[in-house]
Each structure stands twice: as C-alpha cells, then as structure tokens.
C-alpha cells in the first residue's frame, strides 16, 4: 500500500520538482499574495501595538481613565474625584498636541505633550516619571549650580528617547512650543528612557503646562486607581453617573478598543485589498493548473484506467495545490515582514493615513495574521486547484486516452445557475446594514459579484464567440473557430483578465469619483480669498481676542470670518466629534449643505455632518443635546453636511452661539475675503507684521487645495500599490495561461505548419485569440467594475468612512486601462506561440504516447 | 516532378567525443505525377529525416530537394510554407484533424489558404470521394479513428497537391480498416495525379505501393 | 528630622530652582509662639511635624511592644511661584508613617506626597493642621483637653492616635533656636513636646488593636539646615523613665567625625538644660550590616553628655537590628530609624528613637 502512495506521490507531486517552472508562476503570485496579507497584518499589527503601548504609558497601572474632549473639562473635578471613598489615587492629566517651533518644527507633526502632577502619577504611570537625579551621580554633587534641572523646575520638560531623536534635541537643549500665537520656551530636563522607542511624547509639569499654554484650570483627563476590594464595574457605573456632559469614565483597555476604532474601518480595507491580491493568485494558480489538467490528460486518464478511484484523483490534485499554496507561503511570509518593515521605516505604521501620529512603530510579531494568510494562501491554491481537479476526475479515461486534443475539457463548466445565484445574493446582501461599523455585506457583496461574473463567464464567451463572423483570413478564421469550438478554454484566461480588470477598475472609478468629490468639496469649504490660521485644528496655537482685533484691523480686508476648533465627546466608545463655531447664519453656503430644514425661532441650530447621521443616528430637525463648556445645551440640527476631513463627525454652530454658551473668544483659521483693488502680497505682509510671523500660516485656497489633494493621493498611494500588484497578478495568470495552453496546443500548431502555415501567421493566430479573450474579460470586468465601484461608494465607503460622493466614471482611463490590458494579453499570447513554437512543430506532430 | 539530388544529412554528434552522425546518404530519387512509393525502414534509420526534407521542414546537409523544378532549398522558409500550401499534402499516423473545426471546415482549410474558390463544392466532392458527405457538420471527436483517416486524406487532396506525403497512415488503426483506407490513399492520389509517398514499416501497408524503397542503416535509399 | 532626608532626595530629583527665592533666615531672637507657631511656616524652606514613640498592645493574650514613627513634612522648593496655576507646586507636602514591629522583625512603611492645593493637601497657619489625602495631623482642644490627632493608612497598617501632652512644650536649643554646624546659618526654630501620653487603634495585618504608650513630637523649620560639608547625623529623642526628656544629636563630617552636636535635657523637676558640641557624644558600640543595601548601621551606641549636674552615659539598643528604612525605589532614601532603649548598666533610662543618617551615602539637601 505504501509502495502505492509511494508511485502516486511521484506521479502527481513528482512532476512539481522535474517541471518546477510550470509550478513557479502560481508559487510566486501566492507568494506575492501571501506577503501582501502579511505585510498589511504586520503593519497593523504593529502600529496597534505601538499605538496601544503609548496609551498604556500614560495611562500605566490606571483602573479607570476619566476623559473628555480634546477641549478638557474644569479641574475641580479632580478633588471631587479625589475624595470619592472608592478611590486610592488620583492622577489629573493635561494633553496638549504642542506644535514645535523653529528647526525643530520643520518636517511638521505635533509634540503630545503630557502635563502631570509628578506625585499623583508616580504611582500610575511610572513610565512618564523622570528617574531620580538624572546625568550626575547623586552623591558627587557639590554645588547648587551642578543640579540638573527637575521636572517642577519651570519650563522643563522631558523627552521620550524617540521624540529627542525625532527632534534632535538633548539634555540640556531649548525648545520652543507654540502657545496662541506666542511661544513657549522649555529647557530639555532629559530623557524617559523608560517610555519605549516608538511613542513621540513629552512630559512637563501640569501646573507649567497649565500655565504656558493658557490653559489654566483646565484638565484633560483624570486617571484613577481604586481601592483594593472596590469593584470596577459598580464604581465605573457611580462615578460615571456624576460626571458632568461630555466627560466620560472608561477603563484602559475599553480607551485601548476606541483607539483602535480610530482607525478600524482603513485597516480593514488595507486587508481587503491585500486578500483581492491572494485572490487573484488563487485564479493564477486555477488557470495554471487547469492547464496542467488539461496538458496531463492522458497521463490522468492512464492513473484511471489503471485504477485510482476519482475520489484519490481529486485528493491528489488538491495536495499538489496545497503544496504550490504552501510553497507560496513560505515564501510570502518573510517577504510580507520584509514589506512590513519597510513600510513602518519608509510611510509610517497607518501606511500614510495620518491616524496614529506621535508613534513610530516597532516590527511586531503577528502570530495570528501570519498563520491566517498562510492558511489564506494554502486555501486560495488549493481553491484553484479544485475545480480543475473534479474536471480531471470527471473526464472519461477512454476518451482521453483516445484522442489527443484537449478540446472537450471543461465543456462542462458551463451552467449559468450558480453564478447567476451569486449575483442575485450580491444584490440582496449589499442593502444591509453594517456589522460592528463595518461594511462587511458590502466586501461579501463584492466577492459574490466577483465569483458571479466568473461563474457566468463560460455562458457569456460563448454567446459572444458564436456571434463572432468568421473572418476571410485563415490564420483569423482558425482563431475565431478555435474560441467558438473552445471557448471553456478561452474562459480561463479571460477569468483572470475579468478579476484584475473588474477590481482596478472599480478603484478607479471609486477613487476617482471620490478625488473628483473632494475637489468639488474643497472649492466649497474654502470660499475665502485668503486663510490665516494658528495651527492645526487640536493643536496648541490659537488667536486670542488682541489677535483677532489686530487682524481685523489690518487695512484690505472686506469680510473677515474666524473659526473656532473644538471637540465633543458625544459617546465614550467613539472617537471625538469635531466641534467648530463660525459665522453660520450669513454664510451656510460656505459648507456643503446636503440638506436643511428652518430653525423654530429661539432654537439654536446646528450642522452635521453626514458621520452624525450614520453614526449617532442624528436626524434632520432632530432636537440633540450637546455638552459645552460642562453643560448640556439642547440644539437642532439644522441641516446634513458632507464633510470629507473628519471621518468621525463634525457639528458646526454658530461662532456667536458659541462664544455665548462657552464664553470661550479664541479662534484657530480665520478666513479673509480681500477688499476690491487690494492686493494679496500686502495683505500678507500687514497680517505678518501685525502678528508674530513664525507662529502663523497663511494660505491661499488654491494651496490648501493642492497640500488636501496631496494628502489624499498619498493617502490612495497604498491601495494602489496594492491594486496595481492584484492587476499584475492577474496579468500573469493570463500569460501563464495562455503559455500554458499554447504548450498544450504544440501538436496543432504543427499540423497547421504542415497544412502551410507560416511561422507568423500562427503567430497572429495565437495573438488574435489573446486579443479576444482578452477583450472579452475587459468587457466583463469593466462591467463588473463599475458594479463593484458602486458597492464602493455607496456601501463600502459610506459605512466605512461616512461620507457620500457623486458617481463619475474616468472613461478615457478606464478606456486607456482596458486596451492596455488587451494590448497586453495579446502580447502574452504572441509570446506564448513562439515559446511552443520553439519546440520542433514537426516533431509534435509525431509525438505520439 | 519530384527530384532528390544527391542528399545527404548529417546529425550533429550526441556526445562530443563521437563523429557526427550520417543519417541520409547521398539519395537520388525521381518522382512524377501517379507515382506511388513506399518507403521502408527500421525505427531511427531516418525515414521521417527524409520525409521532413521532402516537405521542406527540414534543411539538407547536402544535395538539394525540387518539387516541380523548384529547389526548396533556395526559398525562405515562408516560401517553403506557401509551397506546402499549394503544393503537398500530408496524412499523419495520428490523423491530426483540428478539433475545433468540423469535418468541412478541416478540409476546406487547404483550400482557404490557397485562396482557392468557391470552396464549397470542391468540400463536397472531396467528401463524397472519401464517402463522408454525411458527416461534413460533424465535430472530430464524433468521428472513428478510420473516419478521421478518411477527414485527413481529404484534407491532404481537396487542393489538387502534386505531393502527398503519408507517414504510417495506419498505425493508429485496425488491420480492416487499415486496408480500406490504404486502398483509398492510393486510388486519391492516382485519381489526382499526384505522386504518392507512403513511408511505414509494415509490409501490408508497402505492399499497396506500386514500388517499395528501403533506407537502410547506412543511409542510402534502394530498392528493397 | 529624618523627613528631611526624603523628602529633600526627592526633591532635589524634580526641582533644583531654589536659587531664585528669599527664603527668611533662622534667627535666635525670634521666640516660638505657641500654638500659634504649631501651625505652618509657608515661607521657610522646610518644615516638619514629626512623631515618633513606643506602643503597647494586647494581642492573643500577650503583650506586644512596637515603634512607630509619622511624619508630615511640607518644602517650598522655589519653584513655580508666580504660576497662577492651582496646581502650582509652590509648597510640597509629604507625608511618612512606619512601624517596628520585633515580630516581624522588618520596618513596615507607607507614604504621600501631593502638591498643596485643592483641599487635598494643606498645612494650615496658625495651628497645628496638616493633611495629606486621608493622612492629618492636628491639635484640637486647650490645657488638659488638648491632643494632637495622628490619622494615617497605608497599605500594610493603619493607626489612628490621639497623643496628650503631659508637660509644656521643650525649646530645644536656645530658646527654639537649634544651631546645626558651626557656621549659624545652618539653624532652624526648633521645639518638641516629649512625654505625649498615646491612644488610639492600630490596624495591621487585617486586625485592629487598641494601644496605648509614649510618644515624642517635634516641630522644626529651617531655610538652611544642612552644611555642604556634613554627611549625615545621629539623633535620639528619649522619654526618660523619670519622666524627663533627652533630645541629642551630631553631624558627621565626610570623615565621618562630628562636625557639630547638641541638645536638650529637661529633668523630671521641669528643668531644661541646653547641651552644647562639646557636651554631647555619640559611641558607636555594634555595627549591623543590611543585608538588602549592604549600609553599615552603628544600631548600639553609647551615648555620653556632660550636664551641669556631672556626665551622663547611657548605652542605646535596639528594639530590634532591622529597623532600615530602603526607599529606593520611590524616593531613593536610605537610612535606620528605630525604637530604641537608653539604659545603664543595664538598667532602663528611657524608651525613645534613635535616627542613623547618611551611613549610605552623602545627603544632599
């Protein structure tokens, strides 16, 4: 018996180690899928990690966190929460995004600076404590000069090893921090050598940071630790029902979870895409092995007739699948880490989506996503395998044995029913809402669609072959009567094209739809002439009310709106929703309104963004409550606006409205609408002058326009990276295919060299045909695209992301795709003839077995 | 007319250290229309060498090939091609008729490279001459093995070739039909007018030739 | 005093900007009020009230003796001072709380820090009031209902004392006037209230007991207190048998020999004498080795004073060996501090602590 499986071994995985380069195509595009799951994983991975690892530095041996939104809440919640019997310590926090002034600044990216009570948070967050009588050895200190300066020292404050690199800063070194639009002045104290390598951050007492910052009696968060024997859940239940609106109370871990939410639905989508790689390969090593099928018939239908059962067939085939599919993987593994690496190294761990800033991730060890894309891998090459291996099964030994052509394989793979059933099922799942926040009908929808139009591909190149003429031309005759005859053979080239044709088209249609969307937004939101702003929306620049009269006084200026950014802490499992007050009343036009309704005199209204509608279920007209300044306010909203910057949520409100609720005067952009005959340059120049000129941006709109667009090319650079991989893969699948075919075709072409064929017109033949097939699987992705794409937008995007965009189809690059792809399918096809052409046409014609 | 003038060809040694081999040996052979030969040989003594010269998929080493006073090898080898084409015909031990053309189709092939018109009558006679006017729609893989020999010696005739070179036409069948399309081949190309080669090693199928050579282990051709 | 020695470590580790502040000079001719100058001195630069004494307890029907020892120390570090912040950390309180207890033959100890501010750390003016989260100590009452409330819980014990003063308060020095070193620069005001009479409960292991027994306060404060030069000191503070109460102390010069000493003696009839450098003299008699931090401790010494009334010799030892305080995982202090017994030829004089400084390594204030 074992000498059976010994023989079986050598004839089915046997010819994987003689004929290697059949095999190689298929292990490389795993491979390539494979590294492509890991690499994404990894980064994932990683980033998560890192990004969890900071949360746990500040929030160190914390029970429970008490936080609000980025604007803070009062701090005489801290001895409230101090003196509560089930409470053991309590640590107040301060975090400010300090934006870096001078040499430092330069390449951008805010300092999260983190003010802390050194005796509150001794015991909490160890981590962020500098470690005693730093640079000098305690006892050798003799004079008071040789001390080095402390942490309550004023304007001292401490480094994380990675942000003094970052930085290029030292012991000892100056800092400036931008504060309104002043500057703060720190003296580097030293170094948390106990923050780990990748977290960007700073400590500083609260009281200097309170103080520098203009930040007094304000709070961020409140860290707590109970008492022993005091229960979590009860005592997170009583504190939270006392907090006041818009402060929360959460546990680490549940602060770790709504991190990680942050940036969810961009990780999950890196991960489709990564699997559309693997799914690619999968059709790569289905062709291949079809082939292989189709090649090895006779040598199939002799193990038959000699007595394999079909069940031992199939068995055999899948195995040598699962070989190719580990080989892959084993291969793709250390590639995908490779990937990995470089991609935390060169574009950060979000891959250049801007969500987890201030963190320079380590290469984590993903254990689970490293298995799941190796079983993924071995999967996807077995799943090729399978149906090629039933066809094997299932042809008729005699018949194989007798005739030599393979012109009747896969006449079978024509039923229409199972692919017309996932279509109908993509149609009916894609209307359903969101799990978890996340799209996941939308991707079954997408994958059903896709396996849909494969599944049909057989019926429909029939029905388009049939209707071909037959041309005049014998060697294009020959090849429009080879697709008539086989056009289960044509399928499987043309499956390949159709996948990677129907999922780069759909990212480019969605893709551009989206830029095209945003371009038209952007034009919207920034209808100003000119823009002047203190910093980034969080971070520590603002325009205090002497500010604001000196740039409303400064001479050309016809309109002068200023905004203020603020954040909501609306629901403790969600992100912050962004806050901002400007003038609203004369001048809604400003934003893109989607709808609106009439505000009941003395209501307050407020616009939403299309995030509140989908994520806290906000309605047109609805009466909502909003917690400024620690009361709740009862406001309506008074219209749905799409904004694209803030995938979380925005509230706009009158900037009148909210100086009255808050109290609070600053402002953070200001737009300026120029007066007629003035001049930009002078205008620039009066506002620099009258503000100090290294703390402030000016922009025109149509910079803003550029830098947004950069940043949202950057942002699509990683999924087309990846696309353009799937595409490739596809693309090989199809050459491999027809190579393959062509090989198995050797006999024929030296008939038809006998019969009088030259050398060039056989060439021409195969060319025709790759043209066709390919045409055909342009045809049906782009077909298939377009439904994808709207999947995209509507259902993927919408619940992902929140926001809508107008459909826009890029014909002339879809176009110019479609005839690149044919363009090279034909090549491929040229290619493959000459490659059997090399072998002797005559003596295949002699080959007998 | 088919003349082989003093052709030779020499293999190139299989190892190095070995002289080089001489399959074929200074051959002559003059052919004309209604001739109707046999060759005969051991398995490797360079009988489908020769025939691959005659139809010109093969160079000489020396001594040149004429099918009606051309030399093929003065023609490139798409000459050589349309001279095939329009000139031979050819019936393989495997019958090698395409699968995804019907019965008419494989046989008009000839006809459409030749750009000869109109195609469809002379299918249909063609069939009829081999009696397989019934089946002109059919796929090959409908057909016998002795019918796709018969599709095959239609094909090899439907454009009137001057040659047709048959290489172990029955191999593949059994000794009845073998007989029956042995008969046909030679009544096609005697009907025809063109000469006939039929190169095999059984004595049965030589014995429907009106002459039988042999190519001996030394490389020449001679009457057997 | 020994609070100092924390609490200075520490903060020497977080602000060294004092540089920039006046801080008010001890002088001999301010007198102490009392109980006015039982409450905070904000503007010196430490300050600190401090109890140390020996407990009684009936535990399983059998009497136990334990030391203890709490501190409620405040600094101005000169930091900070014009912050406007309520968070500014302009005055520092710490507190610090041990127990000696022979059965376990360890020191067990807990402590707080915290910024004044925000009714959750204060030390008041005017009268002893100080607290630090749930940690306090202060005086309530007037002549014999008068008692100074020591609340303190820490993760391993907990005790609640209410200590009565038997005696008016002790002016050390002259007249409250402590001098340190040679240079009088180095002085701080400086009283005690010895012979407090103790009761209360401890909590220890999950179980409370009431106490009773004698305790011993001091109230320092002082801008400038230690010398460059000196590396630590020796200090007791006893409650005589006969009622009386000997406070004694040395600085020890890098080289380990006085650099200054001094105390104060008050005899069982009331009468205070002030022990000047040349009367008071500290004899190392048995060393013992920590075995965690490797410090070398003379916990047995002797003790010779010359007094108006003829020399005084008593030998001082131990309640037990292991009395080390090691924080050096919090705030880096290293030092003995235990119960201790004064006795001559082997009979008891009195019960009190004995505090060993700087036999680590040089402190730095």
Known sequence: MSGMRAVLAHAFLGHLVQQPGRALMSVLALALGVALGVAVSVVNRSALDEFGRGLRTVSGQADIEVRGARGGFDESLYPQLAQRPEVETVSPLLEIDAKPLGAAGEGGGALKLIGLDVFRAASLSVALIPPPAQGTGRGERTAESARAPGLLDEDTLYLSPAAAQRFGLASGDAIALQSGVGSARFRIGGLLPAVGAGQMLAVTDIATAQWR?????????????????????????????????????????????????????????????????????????????????????????????????????????????????????????????????????????????????????ALAFDPWGTTGFVALGIAAAMAGSAAPAIEAARSDPALALKSGDAADSFARFGPVAPGLLCLSAALAIVWLPPIGGLPVFGYAAIALLLIGSVLILPRLARLLFARLPTPRAPWLALAVLQLRGAPHLATLGAAGVLAAVALAGAMAIMVGSFRQSVDVWLSQVLPADLYLRASRAGESGHFDTAEQVAIQSTPGLARIDFLRHQSLLLDPALPQVALIARPLTADRAALPLLASVTVPA???????????????????????????????????????????????????????????????????????????????????????????????????????????????????????????????????????????????????????????????????????????????????????????????????????????????????????????????????????????????????????? | MLRLVDLSKTLPALQPDLPPRE???????????????????????????????????????????????????????????????????????????????????????????NRIEPIEPRVHEMLAAVDLAARAGSRPRELSGGELQRVAIARALVHRPALVLADEPTGNLDPETAERILALLRESVVAHQAIGILVTHSHAAAASADRVLRLGRDGRLEPA | MRAVLIAALWLASLAAGAAAVDYPVVRPEVSIDLPRDHGAHPAFRVEWWYVTGWLEAIEDGKPVTMGFQVTFFRVRPGVQENNPSRFAASQILFAHAALSDPRRGRLMHAERTARAGFGLAQASEGDLDVRLDDWSMRREGAGDGEAILARVAGRDFAYDLRLLPTGPALLNGQRGFSQKAPDPRHSSHYYSLPQLAVSGKLTREGRTLAVSGRAWFDHEWSSEYLPETASGWDWIGINLADGGALMAFRMRGKDGAALWAGGTLRRADGRVEALGPRDVAFEPQREWTSPRTGSRYPVAMRVRLSTSLGPLVGELTPLFDDQELDSRRSTGAVYWEGAVVLSTGGKELGRGYLELTGYRERLRM
């Open chain 1, 213 to 361: 910052f203009e930040r007094l009696g304000v709070l961020t968060r409140i860290d707590l630790r109970l008492r022993e024997g005091v229960d979590a859940a009860s005592a997170l239940r009583a504190i939270g029902a006392d907090l006041p609106p818009g402060v929360f109370v959460a546990t680490p871990a549940q602060a770790e979870s709504q991190a990680a939410r942050l940036s969810r639905a961009y990780r999950v989508n890196l991960t489709m895409l990564a699997l559309i790689a693997l799914v690619t390969g999968a059709f790569l090593v289905f062709s291949a092995q079809a082939v292989n099928v189709v090649r090895r018939r006779a040598e199939l239908a002799f193990l038959r007739a000699a007595g394999i059962t079909r069940g031992a067939l199939v068995r055999w085939l899948l195995l040598e699948g699962a070989l190719i599919g580990a080989l892959g993987s084993l291969i793709g593994v250390p590639v995908g880490y490779a990937l990995a690496a470089l991609a935390l190294r060169l574009i950060g761990g979000d891959l250049g989506a801007g969500y987890f800033q201030g963190a320079a991730p």
């Open chain 1, 602 to 849: 003395g209501s307050i209204g407020v616009l939403a963004s299309e995030a509140m509608q989908d994520l806290y279920g906000w309605q047109l007209g609805q009466r909502v409550r909003l917690p400024l300044a620690g009361r709740e306010i009862e406001v309506v909203v008074a219209g749905i606006w799409r904004d694209y910057a803030r995938q979380h949520g925005a509230v706009a409100i009158d900037l009148a409205t909210y100086r009255t609720q808050t109290g609070d005067m600053r402002v953070n952009d200001v737009g300026l609408w120029l007066a007629p005959g003035a001049d930009t340059a002078q205008v620039a120049r009066a506002l620099r002058a009258r503000l100090p000129a290294d703390s402030i941006e000016l922009a025109e709109p149509g910079e803003i326009r550029k830098i947004s667009l950069g940043i949202f090319d950057r942002t699509f650079a990683v999924t087309y990276a990846l696309e353009a991989v799937a595409v490739a893969i596809g693309i090989a699948g199809v050459a491999a295919s027809f190579a393959a075919l062509a090989a198995a075709r050797r006999r024929e072409f030296g008939v038809l060299r006998h019969i009088g064929l030259t050398r060039g017109e056989i060439a021409r033949m195969l060319g025709a045909e790759g043209a066709l097939v390919a045409v055909l699987g342009v045809l049906t992705g782009l077909a298939t695209g377009t439904a994808i794409s709207l999947i995209l937008i509507h259902v993927v995007n919408r619940q992902s992301f929140h926001w809508s965009m107008e459909l826009v189809l890029p014909w002339g690059t879809l176009a110019l795709f479609g005839s690149a792809i044919t363009l090279l399918a034909t090549a491929a096809a040229v290619l493959s003839a000459r490659a059997a052409m090399q072998v002797d046409a005559v003596r295949a014609v002699r080959e007998d077995w």
């Open chain 2, 23 to 113: 399959l074929l040996r200074g051959i002559d052979l003059d052919l004309a229309a209604g001739d109707y030969v046999a060759i005969m040989g051991e398995s490797g003594c360079g009988k489908s060498t020769l025939l691959n010269l005659i139809a010109g998929l093969d160079r000489p080493s020396g001594g040149h090939v004429e099918l009606d006073g051309r030399n093929l090898s003065a023609l490139d080898d798409n000459g050589v091609t349309r001279l095939r084409a329009a000139r031979m015909g050819f019936v393989f031990q495997a019958f090698h008729v395409l699968p995804h053309l019907t019965v008419a189709q494989n046989v008009a092939l000839p006809l459409a490279l």
